[in-house]
């Protein structure tokens, strides 16, 4: 763990934001997790409970990242950014989907990756003591 304070002011204000659209999306995979293991059936069993399995824990270590992050991690910050590239990333290839999908999804990536690495975030947790 970090040895940082909680970050102060517009920093904190950031990561409070990030932290809360990350939150949801970690809220999402976990609902898909159960509504895959509600839903199982016949061929898909196996495929089923792994997909399932693998959201869940995708989404519990988003919602961990992301209360650590607020709490002044530096390490937290670093899954956070890639997980929201590759929802970028997703977002924009994503054909037989609702519109406002793509653009929830895109939306809350740009959101968080503003907030993340935003100047006063990375001044919060870029201080790195000498060893």
Not at 12 to 24: D, G, M, S, Y
Not at 43 to 65: E, K, N, P, T
Not at 69 to 96: C, K, Y
Request: negative net charge; proline residues 5%; aromatic residues 6%.
């Amino acid at each position: 763990m970090s040895a940082h304070a909680k970050p102060t002011g517009t920093a904190r204000n950031l990561l409070l934001v990030a932290a809360v659209v990350v939150l949801a999306e970690a809220g999402t995979c976990v609902v898909l997790a159960v509504l895959g293991l509600l839903d199982l059936g016949g061929d898909s069993i196996g495929s089923g409970i792994g997909v399932s399995l693998i959201l869940a824990v995708y989404g519990g270590f988003q919602a961990w990242a992301a209360w650590r992050v607020t709490e002044g991690d530096q390490w937290a910050r670093s899954p956070l950014v890639v997980t929201q590239i590759i929802q970028l990333i997703i977002a924009f290839n994503l054909a037989d989907v609702p519109t406002w999908i793509t653009v929830l999804l895109g939306s809350a990536a740009v959101v968080t990756l503003a907030c993340l690495l935003s100047p006063p975030v990375t001044r919060a947790l870029g201080d790195n003591p000498p060893v």
